[in-house]
């Protein structure tokens, strides 16, 4: 597909918003899928971390 310009581009034919919102929904759901396995994993730790401590200190 062929743009003249980087507004038609954008536009894509009128329907860049529904283009662009999909792709950004798609990104949005990317990032949190990396995300959320690292912010589980830390927040795993600390509360085995905890149960260690409390364990040994008996």
Same mark, same amino acid.
């Given at each position: 597909?062929? +743009? =003249? =310009?980087?507004s038609d581009?954008?536009a894509m034919?009128?329907?860049? +918003?529904?283009?662009?919102?999909a792709f950004?929904? &798609? +990104?949005?759901?990317?990032?949190?899928?990396?995300?959320?396995?690292?912010? =589980?994993?830390?927040?795993?730790?600390?509360?085995?971390?905890?149960?260690?401590?409390?364990? &040994?200190?008996?």
């Open positions: 597909m062929y +743009f =003249s =310009s980087f581009f954008l034919g009128n329907h860049g +918003f529904y283009v662009w919102l950004g929904i &798609t +990104f949005a759901v990317m990032i949190i899928n990396l995300l959320l396995p690292i912010i =589980s994993r830390g927040q795993y730790l600390k509360s085995a971390a905890r149960q260690l401590r409390r364990e &040994t200190v008996r």
